[in-house]
């Protein structure tokens, strides 16, 4: 992640050849894992997603060959792999949808349906597991929707803006309103959680 408070993340931008080399289910949640919980082995993994770890040393390999992930350095020191993400996230270029190659547009539509699935998965789990959670992480989730009339061009300005404010809380400490965030050395620490962000911008068809 960012060094600093409001980095922007590393994140890089898929060509056609990158791109083929990702859209695959097992990769897509092989690269995921180690983005959201760090380094770990095709083993670890493995046993995390439910997988073979044959098959997942072969598609960490994979990815390590289209750049996607590489060895984490600090723990490649027993006989196991430890495998690290390369970058923070992966953007994604409209443009491949419509590429002049079908095997392009094929792994396009592989790569956007797998992204809807995982939001899908992780909106269920929270659902499913929602009143685990303290009544104050409760308070802090949301579902919300909403319908504007917008240009091309205000939709990609309010996207912009979306992302710009979500990247400005990124390594942020607690702030002075947290509960257990005051001066008073027997107040409650405050904890973190990793959060998921999720944001759909679609157009729609109005009903005639």
């Known amino acids: 992640m960012p060094e600093k408070p409001g980095d922007q993340p590393n994140v890089r931008t898929l060509d056609a050849g990158s791109l083929r080399g990702l859209a695959h289910p097992l990769r897509m949640r092989l690269l995921a894992a180690l983005r959201l919980d760090g380094p770990a082995t095709a083993s670890q993994l493995a046993q995390r997603l439910g997988e073979s770890s044959g098959a997942t040393s072969y598609h960490l390999r994979q990815l390590a060959a289209h750049g996607f992930v590489e060895d984490a350095p600090e723990r490649g020191k027993g006989r196991e792999r430890w495998w690290q993400a390369s970058h923070d996230g992966t953007a994604f270029d409209e443009g491949l949808i419509h590429a002049d190659d079908a095997a392009t547009r ?64 990124r390594d942020l400490p607690p702030s002075d309103t947290d509960p257990g965030a005051g001066s008073d050395a027997d107040s409650a620490p405050v904890t973190t959680e990793s959060v998921r962000i999720h944001t759909h911008v679609i157009p729609r068809r109005a009903a005639q």
Not at 106 to 129: K, P
């Open 106 to 169: 094929g792994a396009a539509d592989v790569f956007l349906a797998e992204i809807a699935r995982i939001h899908t998965q992780e909106l269920n789990t929270w659902l499913a597991t929602a009143h685990a959670w303290p009544t104050e992480w409760r308070e802090a989730s949301d579902l919300s929707d909403f319908t504007l009339n917008l240009t091309p061009a205000q939709s990609q300005e309010l996207i912009g803006k979306l992302h710009d404010l979500i990247n400005s809380y």
